[in-house]
């Protein structure tokens, strides 16, 4: 069965800081990884994803994660927070029977200024 | 591009009554699915749709869920009766084909029953 663990439900960061939002899987085949964003009131939107191609994965708004197969990681990182970026994340795998996603419990985002 | 659509935006019940709720994926997606978010948590799918027929379902409480794709375009999703633990946000999504490709969400649907 697959599944994501998303270590930390809340991460509070300082505008201008790195942000590195932690996320392991389990799967018992090669998997696909996505994260997305859900901004308060707003459709879940797709930041980046993993189809066994290259194992670090840029995204939109300056995400990028790396794929880690001998850590079942796939952490979010970015550089540098904006205040906009202040939502919550969902680290996401790909179910075994096509197309369906299977979610983590999410993590929110908070970004001081 | 249209995005996914999705109404109500908001619906308040009573337990025991029921509701319905509409979903209008992007023009030419083949899958369709439905998702419940309950506040904390991350959405969990209810069911696949692959143009009319269900792909998957096992999750979706079929003795009060149940939900139709018609000519595999539109999607309804029906509670009947609804209880207190269906408050939730009801996603709907679309995608091109099934797999690892990028799944399109609507809005949602905050269902609150009272």
């Known amino acids: 069965a697959q599944s994501v663990t998303q270590l930390d439900s809340h991460v509070s960061v300082s505008e201008g800081t790195p942000v590195l939002l932690r996320c392991n899987y389990s799967s018992s085949y090669s998997p696909s990884l996505f994260w997305y964003v859900q901004h308060p009131n707003k459709g879940l939107q797709l930041l980046l994803k993993y189809t066994s191609a290259a194992t670090l994965v840029k995204g939109i708004n300056g995400f990028e994660a790396e794929f880690k197969k001998s850590e079942t990681s796939f952490h979010l990182t970015k550089p540098s927070a904006h205040m906009s970026d202040a939502a919550e994340y969902f680290c996401?795998?790909?179910?075994?029977?096509?197309?369906?996603?299977?979610f983590g419990q999410g993590t929110e985002l908070s970004v001081k200024p | 591009e249209a995005g996914v659509a999705q109404s109500p935006r908001y619906k308040i019940i009573e337990k025991r009554q029921s509701v319905a709720f509409w979903c209008n994926p992007i023009?030419?997606?083949?899958?369709l699915y439905w998702y419940q978010q309950i506040l904390g948590q991350g959405p969990k799918l209810l069911i696949q749709?692959?143009?009319?027929?269900?792909?998957?379902d096992s999750q979706l409480p079929k003795d009060r869920f149940s939900a139709e794709r018609l000519k595999g375009v539109d999607s309804t999703l029906k509670i009947q009766p609804a209880k207190l633990e269906d408050s939730a946000v009801y996603l709907c999504?679309?995608?091109?084909?099934?797999?690892?490709?990028?799944?399109?969400f609507g809005p949602g649907t905050r269902l609150t029953v009272t």
């Open positions: 749709f692959q143009n009319n027929g269900v792909v998957d």
């Open positions: 996401v795998v790909s179910g075994a029977t096509g197309g369906k996603l299977i």
């Open positions: 999504a679309s995608s091109p084909e099934g797999g690892s490709y990028e799944q399109y």
């Open positions: 023009s030419g997606h083949a899958t």
